[in-house]
């Protein structure tokens, strides 16, 4: 699949517009959700690993990249209540794939029961056993105030925008009690070397989502995507192959 094809457009939802790139396609859909600060341009590589049958939607979230940047109150409901819109507006019932803060966004996603065909969850943030362990391991002001000044060195993300995700980051966790909840098909792809969400917590959601699957890519780091994209692309088309 060559990226260059993909076109870009935009949806309108109550919070603003939504851009996104997507392909000329009849094939099953397929919903990409990036990670935090990040915009649709890191599904390149994985892009053009993936099978010709499928017709993806990378999304810029609300906030990022060429969505539009309103001065709300940044929260993982507001961000699964615009993607809900999206895809009554754009898709079917497609497969949802999110990286780390796109992953806690599919995961909430699923919970709330909205429709998808299944879910795929690649080293996803969220959890609240993740967040205890770094307010354990850090003074969490200290935390948030150097994530946000990492955030601000990449790619010419907002401050106010940021400002507001991460000081609502505490709320809308992923608990044991909210996973065992989610009853779609679920994917769980995670990098044996992730130094930024630890594999362990990989474990957390495959054993509390009822029937899902988890695959470890080797060698790899928080973006298996990106470092081993034939890989997760392998595992993606599987997954989706069965249940589609």
């Not at 990249?65 to 109150?73: A, L």
């Not at 354990?136 to 925008?161: C, F, T």
């Not at 940021?162 to 009853?183: C, F, H, R, Y």
């Amino acid at each position: 699949m060559d990226y260059k094809d993909f076109t870009d457009s935009y949806i309108e939802t109550k919070y603003g517009k939504i851009h996104y790139k997507h392909n000329d396609s009849k094939g099953i859909e397929l919903v990409l959700l990036h990670g935090l600060g990040a915009s649709s341009i890191v599904w390149k590589k994985l892009i053009e690993n993936l099978t010709t049958n499928l017709h993806i939607f990378a999304l810029d979230f609300l906030g990022h990249g060429n969505s539009d940047k309103p001065k709300i109150d940044y929260n993982i409901e507001i961000q699964v209540e615009v993607i809900k819109e999206f895809i009554e507006k754009a898709c079917k019932k497609p497969f949802i794939m999110g990286h780390s803060y796109g992953g806690w966004i599919a995961a909430y996603y699923a919970y709330l029961k909205l429709p998808a065909s299944g879910i795929i969850l690649e080293d996803a943030a969220g959890l609240k056993e993740h967040f205890d362990n770094i307010s354990k391991s850090i003074d969490y002001e200290d935390y948030k105030k150097a994530l946000l000044r990492k955030l601000l060195m990449e790619n010419n993300n907002d401050e106010y925008v940021m400002s507001s995700i991460i000081e609502n980051e505490g709320s809308n966790l992923l608990t044991a009690d909210i996973l065992t909840k989610i009853d779609l098909p679920t994917l769980i792809i995670w990098g044996s070397n992730d130094d930024v969400i630890d594999k362990k917590f990989s474990y957390t959601f495959n054993n509390n989502i009822k029937d899902s699957r988890l695959v470890m890519i080797e060698d790899s780091d928080h973006n298996p995507h990106y470092t081993k994209p034939y890989d997760v692309a392998i595992a993606i088309n599987n997954f989706i192959n069965e249940f589609s």
